[in-house]
């Protein structure tokens, strides 16, 4: 098979693969009008330190292949606790995360109830191959970083739009966690929230450590 039609093969199998398999991740709002009578938008964004230099994130361009550039942070109704980390191919784990991008601010829709900041989550290394005697099956292979935090952000009945802050993660060359601090920069978001959703009232909602 050709170079280019491999690639094309190669890119159409991921895309499928993909779909098939796809997260469900926390939708995101750009008005008042996209949020539910029962739910929350939770105002943030993540920093790593020090950022990936280039060649620390190897990920292969293709279709379907995006969902790998991101990095996500989970979020969920308890502490991720003592429970093992996912390792292998599968996307599942990112359910219930905020796909983002680095020092760029997210407005996740929520329930409107206590959550817990979970981990960072982001891809390292990412390639696919395909099997050429079949043409119908492909191995994925990536290599995911978790940097854990486990905070509760504490949701009140009246709350439309909360700040939970910036999430600064610090790691070492080898992805490691090196610990977390979250800073309450409202006045760094406030022209983005007010463009958003006006003059709804917007609560610093910084996270506690159990």
């Known amino acids: 098979m050709k170079p280019r039609r491999l690639f094309g093969a190669l890119a159409g199998l991921a895309a499928l693969v993909l779909a098939g398999c796809a997260p469900s991740l926390r939708p995101q709002a750009s008005g008042l009008d996209q949020v539910g009578d029962d739910e929350v938008v939770a105002v943030g964004r993540v920093y790593l330190n020090p950022p990936l230099a280039k ?3 190897k990920v292969q361009w293709g279709i379907g292949m995006d969902y790998f550039r991101h990095p996500y942070l989970a979020l969920g109704d308890a502490p991720w606790g003592d429970r093992e980390l996912p390792q292998g ?3 599942k784990p ?4 905020v796909q983002t991008d680095w020092n760029t601010w997210f407005f996740a829709r929520m329930p409107r109830k206590d959550f817990w900041v979970q981990m960072l989550i ?5 390639t696919d191959s395909l099997d050429c005697a079949s043409c119908h099956s492909a191995n994925f292979n990536w290599q995911r970083a978790y940097l854990p935090v486990e905070q509760r952000v504490t949701v009140q009945p009246s709350d439309k739009v909360i700040f939970i802050g910036t999430y600064v993660f610090y790691r070492d060359e080898f992805n490691h966690a090196r610990g977390v601090r979250v800073h309450g920069d409202l006045k760094d978001a406030a022209a983005l929230i007010q463009a958003r959703f006006g003059a709804a009232p917007v609560r610093v909602a910084l996270p506690a450590t159990p």
């Open 55 to 57: 060649g620390q994130q």
């Open 89 to 91: 191919s599968d996307l």
């Open 94 to 97: 990112l359910n219930g995360s």
């Open 122 to 126: 982001y891809f390292t290394d990412v």
